[in-house]
């Protein structure tokens, strides 16, 4: 059985950064294969972080794409830390090789937790894996029916896809991987203690209480919602023993209390974080229950069998799944969310979604278990559980394919996207020039190429533009930009320009004939695609 479990996670693993493997196939050897694994802002903004922790930085880390002096965060640790581990490789390879790291241990995690409640039924806990592990929405073939597309998947940070829920982005599997381990800790606790009640020594204490205040404060500061939904979970479910485990409650909810609110601080006082805190706040959804139900996909067919006979067995850690995942479905429909000044897809995770697969998991087992009373009676009924795993796996694998195809192609078919992950090596050169310079001050980029975005990374300095959401006015930046490398301002404007945002480099297309008419520039790289001044 293990080893259909791990030929299915690498076969997860693989369609979950085939996006990014198939296009470093297609690098070439004069170019530097970035590896964008997702939206590529907020792609580059993360490898910006881990640049940071490369170069020095421990914990906080500066705010690279905007000009203005505001103070180092914390929030980012996570890739600073990351960026430890640079001497190994590159900051992009580092990025992708965590990810599919990260990625195996949620899977790992997830059939640690399936086989925790199917202890002695492999096949019953292999279709469970089967289900939560690659579970999708319908794929977009069914369009020819008329169905409208939101009712199938789209709706912003949809957990319906399972390479969503594997994810793209480091710090959010950390989150997922973090909530599991939780989830599993908590099981054991209960189980260790209904074996043996009497073990309450300080040995005790610090193996179990201790890590559950460490991964409390975490995954409290990382994902408050999520940890106020899962706390809440296991507080009722230890009401079932009573006061029995009191401490264990405290242990996990003052931490995780702790760590939203310095996270929740921490997003009040720094500029930027408050910008970015609004735009996802205002990524509201208009989303009918029925219209998720639909999103689910194929498995949404099983839940509604699966329902009472998950009840019926109810173990604590099933306990925990069913209130967790009960809770943050709850909690995405109602107007907990627009109180909160939240999105509505903050309060449902990867973690909180297994209830669903596991659901439909317990429903197929009815069904099997239904039909396999009347196998003597009438034959074709017994290939009816085989006939409904390969129609599932049918629509799976479609689902799948799509997803993989709308990762992949924005980054063959978007020229600057193409340009980002395949960046030619004289870009690169012009830029380490600047990094060179012991120089601090920021870059200044000619808006006919998008390097704004990669310019903290590889000059370790701050760009005037490159991340909307990260950039303190951005339009007005934008604007200034414009004007400047078209020609329309004077030496006089310049040169309060340059003083106005500490503008130091300015990197111009070698093609630009306007920017060195300016007076208050000195060149000092030029190549055969790029030209780098210093302000005078």
């Given at each position: 059985?293990?080893?259909?479990?791990?030929?299915?996670?690498?076969?997860?693993?693989?369609?979950?950064?085939?996006?990014?493997?198939?296009?470093?196939?297609?690098?070439?050897?004069?170019?530097?294969?970035?590896?964008?694994?997702?939206?590529?802002?907020?792609?580059?903004?993360?490898?910006?972080?881990?640049?940071?922790?490369?170069?020095?930085?421990?914990?906080?880390?500066?705010?690279?794409?905007?000009?203005?002096?505001?103070?180092?965060?914390?929030?980012?640790?996570?890739?600073?830390?990351?960026?430890?581990?640079?001497?190994?490789?590159?900051?992009?390879?580092?990025?992708?090789?965590?990810?599919?790291?990260?990625?195996?241990?949620?899977?790992?995690l997830?059939?640690?937790?399936?086989?925790?409640?199917?202890?002695?039924?492999?096949?019953?806990?292999?279709?469970?894996?089967?289900?939560?592990?690659?579970?999708?929405?319908?794929?977009r073939?069914?369009?020819?029916?008329?169905?409208?597309t939101?009712?199938?998947?789209?709706?912003?940070?949809?957990?319906?896809?399972?390479?969503?829920?594997?994810?793209?982005?480091?710090h959010?599997?950390?989150?997922?991987?973090?909530?599991?381990?939780?989830?599993?800790?908590?099981?054991?606790?209960?189980?260790?203690?209904?074996?043996?009640?009497?073990?309450?020594?300080?040995?005790?204490?610090?193996?179990?209480?201790?890590?559950?205040?460490?991964?409390?404060?975490?995954?409290?500061?990382?994902?408050?919602?999520?940890?106020?939904?899962?706390?809440?979970?296991?507080?009722?479910?230890?009401?079932?023993?009573?006061?029995?485990?009191?401490?264990?409650?405290?242990?996990?909810?003052?931490?995780?209390?702790?760590?939203?609110?310095?996270?929740?601080?921490?997003?009040?006082?720094?500029?930027?974080?408050?910008i970015?805190?609004?735009?996802?706040?205002?990524?509201?959804?208009?989303?009918?229950?029925?219209?998720?139900?639909?999103?689910?996909?194929?498995?949404?067919?099983?839940?509604?069998?699966?329902?009472?006979?998950?009840?019926?067995?109810?173990?604590?850690?099933?306990?925990?799944?069913?209130?967790?995942?009960s809770?943050?479905?709850?909690?995405f429909?109602?107007?907990?969310?627009?109180?909160?000044?939240?999105?509505?897809?903050?309060?449902?995770?990867?973690?909180?979604?297994?209830?669903?697969?596991?659901?439909?998991?317990?429903?197929?087992?009815?069904?099997?278990?239904?039909?396999?009373?009347?196998?003597?009676?009438?034959?074709?009924?017994?290939?009816?559980?085989?006939?409904?795993?390969?129609?599932?796996l049918?629509?799976?694998?479609?689902?799948?394919?799509?997803?993989?195809?709308?990762?992949?192609?924005?980054?063959?078919?978007?020229?600057?996207?193409?340009?980002?992950?395949?960046?030619?090596?004289?870009?690169?050169?012009?830029?380490?020039?600047?990094?060179?310079?012991?120089?601090?001050?920021?870059?200044?980029?000619?808006?006919?190429?998008?390097?704004?975005?990669?310019?903290?990374?590889?000059?370790?300095?701050?760009?005037?533009?490159?991340q909307?959401?990260h950039?303190?006015?951005?339009?007005?930046?934008?604007?200034?930009?414009?004007?400047?490398?078209?020609?329309?301002?004077?030496?006089?404007?310049?040169?309060?320009?340059?003083?106005?945002?500490?503008?130091?480099?300015?990197?111009?297309?070698?093609?630009?004939?306007?920017?060195?008419?300016?007076?208050?520039?000195?060149?000092?790289?030029?190549?055969?695609?790029?030209?780098?001044?210093?302000?005078?």
């Amino acid at each position: 059985m293990a080893y259909y479990v791990l030929f299915l996670s690498l076969l997860l693993i693989i369609a979950n950064a085939w996006h990014v493997l198939s296009e470093w196939i297609t690098n070439k050897p004069n170019e530097l294969f970035t590896g964008i694994a997702h939206y590529y802002a907020d792609y580059f903004l993360y490898i910006s972080q881990i640049a940071q922790g490369a170069h020095g930085q421990f914990l906080f880390s500066n705010h690279l794409y905007t000009d203005e002096p505001l103070a180092p965060t914390w929030i980012y640790w996570f890739y600073v830390l990351l960026g430890k581990l640079s001497f190994l490789t590159n900051p992009f390879i580092l990025y992708n090789v965590s990810l599919v790291i990260l990625s195996g241990i949620v899977l790992f995690l997830l059939w640690k937790i399936i086989d925790a409640i199917y202890p002695k039924k492999s096949m019953a806990a292999l279709v469970a894996f089967l289900f939560v592990a690659t579970s999708s929405n319908f794929p977009r073939v069914i369009d020819v029916f008329s169905i409208p597309t939101q009712l199938l998947s789209d709706f912003w940070f949809s957990p319906t896809k399972a390479l969503n829920r594997l994810g793209g982005v480091p710090h959010q599997i950390f989150q997922t991987i973090l909530l599991l381990i939780i989830i599993l800790l908590f099981s054991q606790y209960i189980k260790t203690k209904k074996d043996n009640p009497q073990s309450t020594n300080y040995l005790s204490f610090v193996i179990y209480h201790l890590p559950f205040a460490i991964l409390a404060f975490l995954s409290g500061s990382g994902s408050p919602m999520q940890m106020l939904l899962l706390t809440g979970s296991i507080v009722i479910t230890t009401l079932y023993f009573r006061h029995k485990h009191a401490l264990l409650v405290f242990s996990i909810a003052i931490p995780a209390l702790i760590g939203a609110l310095l996270t929740t601080r921490e997003f009040a006082l720094q500029p930027i974080l408050v910008i970015a805190k609004a735009w996802e706040d205002a990524q509201q959804l208009s989303l009918t229950p029925w219209q998720f139900f639909v999103a689910l996909g194929p498995i949404g067919v099983l839940i509604p069998l699966g329902i009472a006979p998950f009840i019926r067995s109810l173990t604590p850690l099933k306990r925990v799944i069913l209130f967790y995942g009960s809770f943050s479905i709850v909690a995405f429909f109602s107007p907990i969310p627009t109180l909160l000044h939240t999105s509505p897809t903050r309060w449902i995770s990867p973690t909180s979604f297994i209830l669903l697969p596991l659901l439909a998991a317990e429903g197929f087992q009815y069904i099997s278990t239904v039909l396999h009373k009347f196998r003597s009676k009438i034959m074709i009924i017994a290939i009816v559980p085989t006939m409904l795993l390969i129609t599932y796996l049918i629509l799976t694998i479609v689902s799948l394919r799509v997803q993989i195809q709308q990762r992949s192609e924005p980054l063959t078919s978007d020229i600057w996207l193409k340009f980002l992950n395949h960046i030619p090596m004289p870009y690169v050169e012009g830029l380490q020039v600047i990094q060179q310079n012991p120089v601090n001050g920021v870059v200044l980029t000619d808006p006919q190429t998008p390097l704004d975005v990669i310019v903290p990374i590889f000059t370790d300095k701050r760009s005037f533009t490159g991340q909307s959401i990260h950039t303190l006015y951005p339009e007005t930046k934008n604007a200034l930009r414009q004007k400047f490398f078209s020609g329309k301002m004077s030496d006089v404007e310049v040169r309060q320009f340059f003083s106005d945002h500490a503008i130091t480099y300015i990197i111009a297309s070698s093609q630009n004939t306007i920017v060195p008419h300016y007076k208050t520039l000195k060149k000092t790289f030029e190549n055969s695609i790029i030209t780098i001044y210093v302000a005078l």
